[in-house]
């Protein structure tokens, strides 16, 4: 079983910036894919990015929501077994429990799709204005 655990939420002023992590343990010899997404108070979940890699850990492939391309950048450190989520400019609207999530379909995962069966308990992040 596949147990995620993010941190690096908190409360930042406009403009400002945080890394979200996101660590994965268990049995992931199936996980190829990984996300973040976000749900603010009184709206449904949204993508925000996706990672996947190929399976020689080589060959990432990232994609991201429209609303974040150009300040949100997601990475993946192997070695570690965890995700990051570096939120820059961060605005007010940003504003959201953050989940990671991994373990997408054995085959035919579209990137940006929420297709996955692993979730973390999410963590807060509040932007000021």
């Known amino acids: 079983q596949v147990r995620l655990v993010e941190s690096g939420g908190g409360l930042v002023q406009a403009g400002g910036s945080l890394r979200l992590s996101c660590t994965v343990s268990?049995?992931?010899?199936?996980?190829?894919?990984m996300g973040w997404f976000r749900q603010a108070p009184g709206k449904d979940r949204e993508f925000v990015a996706a990672i996947s890699w190929n399976i020689k850990w080589t060959n990432n492939v990232v994609t991201y929501a429209d609303s974040v391309k150009g300040r949100f950048s997601i990475a993946r450190d192997s070695a570690k077994g965890t995700i990051y989520l570096q939120m820059n400019s961060l605005k007010p609207e940003d504003t959201a429990i953050y989940y990671c999530?991994?373990?997408?379909?054995?085959?035919?995962?579209?990137?940006?799709?929420?297709?996955?069966?692993?979730w973390g308990q999410g963590t807060q992040v509040t932007v000021s204005s």
């Open positions: 999530a991994a373990e997408p379909p054995l085959t035919g995962y579209t990137m940006g799709s929420s297709d996955f069966s692993a």
């Open positions: 268990g049995r992931t010899s199936t996980n190829y894919a």
